[in-house]
């Protein structure tokens, strides 16, 4: 019966302290999200981490953490693409003309979260929005195809 008893306490605790609360983290959901994060991520490396709060830490980390996900799943969607189309023309097209992305693929963490900042800063109205569609406007702007 006494586990019982816990149940309401732990519904308050949830209610009162979410999980973003209790850990600090900023939640990437949108834009202006994945933007402070990178913010942080950039004057933590090209300062010193330690200069920034345990807040900024996190947030800094989430900002790495998305961008190297969506560069991950980017490259790997190309990858099958191409392999797809050599399969579909039995290896006698040329993969070129079917480029999804025209991404540089050695792009650094740091240099991707730079380029957004830029892109962002040139482009306001497009900061607002779903963050992964700020990431690839940012590189479809950065590397156009033809």
């Not at 991520?41 to 989430?62: M, W």
């Not at 190309?78 to 050695?106: P, V």
Request: proline share 5%.
């Amino acid at each position: 019966m006494r586990r019982h008893a816990l149940f309401p306490l732990c519904l308050l605790a949830i209610f009162l302290f979410p999980a973003s609360a209790i850990a600090g983290i900023n939640i990437i959901t949108d834009g202006p999200s994945l933007l402070t994060s990178c913010h942080y991520a950039l004057k933590g490396l090209d300062n010193d981490f330690d200069e920034l709060s345990p807040e900024q830490q996190n947030d800094s980390f989430v900002c790495m953490a998305y961008l190297g996900g969506i560069m991950g799943a980017t490259h790997h969607a190309a990858r099958l693409a191409k392999l797809r189309y050599a399969q579909t023309s039995a290896g006698k097209g040329d993969q070129r003309d079917f480029n999804l992305y025209c991404i540089n693929w050695e792009l650094k963490h740091h240099e991707l979260a730079r380029l957004l900042l830029r892109y962002a800063r040139r482009n306001p109205d497009n900061v607002y929005g779903p963050a992964y569609k700020l990431v690839f406007r940012a590189l479809e702007d950065a590397y156009p195809c033809r």
